[in-house]
T-cell receptor, first 112, second 108 residues
Framework: EAQVTQNPRYLITVTGKKLTVTCSQNMNHEYMSWYRQDPGLGLRQIYY???????DKGDVPEGYKVSRKEKRNFPLILESPSPNQTSLYFCASSLLTDTEAFFGQGTRLTVV | GEDVEQSLFLSVREGDSSVINCTYT??????LYWYKQEPGAGLQLLTYIFSNMDMKQDQRLTVLLNKKDKHLSLRIADTQTGDSAIYFCAVRDDKIIFGKGTRLHILP
């Protein structure tokens, strides 16, 4: 089954403790991206990647890192999480930049 | 930069038609999309329209595109309780740009 898998689905952590949210897709897609969804703000793009070893900042990259060492995986790294990064995070992938995007189920992160 | 606007809430009686509207600022998008987000789930592509089309119909869904006014709408005929969700309008250049989403509430 074609899918985008994020882990974990839920995470509660403390300020400053490094964490990684994983994202994996099995569709051989070139393009992957991370979004955060906040009430009243909709979806905002954090980072995206056009291909392996190619990553670019989205609209709200501060406090986040990503890597794209292989095509299927695109982890989101928070080196020193802060409470303002409490949010619902979505990973998405698509074959090209102009084709349907498939979304993961989301990761609800709470930083206390 | 690109901006996509849509109203935040819509209430419709079961059985009626729902119309969700969206306006955008950039006209270079090849495709325009409607995504649906059900509670606790990620976004799923509901339908899309190619930028050189005016209308697309898919069962209960009708998408209308007015390029001159940069206006996109989604009509859901015979709205059911299962249609209750947040609907996102989206356009695309080098990345997807989403509206803030319209929460569709179905009244009995």
């Amino acid at each position: 089954e074609a899918q985008v898998t994020q882990n974990p689905r839920y995470l509660i952590t403390v300020t400053g403790k490094k964490l990684t949210v994983t994202c994996s897709q099995n569709m051989n897609h070139e393009y992957m991206s991370w979004y955060r969804q906040d009430p009243g703000l909709g979806l905002r793009q954090i980072y995206y990647s056009m291909n392996v070893e190619v990553t670019d900042k989205g609209d709200v990259p501060e406090g986040y890192k990503v890597s794209r060492k292989e095509k299927r995986n695109f982890p989101l790294i928070l080196e020193s999480p802060s409470p303002n990064q409490t949010s619902l995070y979505f990973c998405a992938s698509s074959l090209l930049t102009d084709t349907e995007a498939f979304f993961g189920q989301g990761t609800r992160l709470t930083v206390v | 930069g690109e901006d996509v606007e849509q109203s935040l809430f819509l209430s419709v009686r079961e059985g009626d038609s729902s119309v969700i509207n969206c306006t955008y600022t950039d006209s270079s998008s090849t495709y325009l999309y409607w995504y649906k987000q059900e509670p606790g789930a990620g976004l799923q592509l509901l339908t899309y329209i190619f930028s050189n089309m005016d209308m697309k119909q898919d069962q209960r869904l009708t998408v209308l595109l007015n390029k001159k006014d940069k206006h996109l709408s989604l009509r859901i005929a015979d709205t059911q309780t299962g249609d209750s969700a947040i609907y996102f309008c989206a356009v695309r250049d080098d990345k997807i740009i989403f509206g803030k989403g319209t929460r569709l509430h179905i009244l009995p």
